[in-house]
């Protein structure tokens, strides 16, 4: 599988490091829903179709990364630079 980084271009999946999940949201740190943070720290779905992963090109430009991926078929349809990303997010909310 080739991640293509928006600062080196097409590389092996072996130079990137899986982050985690891009979906998921914390709740509120003063919450005290239990259910809530029992899902934020246990329940991990396992998507079929396009999800949204971080992942670090640490074996290049050590760029976090946010990239869409077919977990069907690893399929890559968008990747971008996680702190662009995160600040289009802070600018909708
Ligand atoms: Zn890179």
Known sequence: MLIPCPHCGPREVSEFSYQGDATRTCPELT???????????????????????????SGGCRAHLIVTRDTRTHEIHDVAFARAALNRAGEQA
């Open 31 to 57: 919450s005290t829903d239990v259910k809530a943070w029992y899902d934020y720290v246990y329940n991990r779905p396992n998507p079929a179709g396009p999800h949204r992963e971080y992942w670090q090109h």
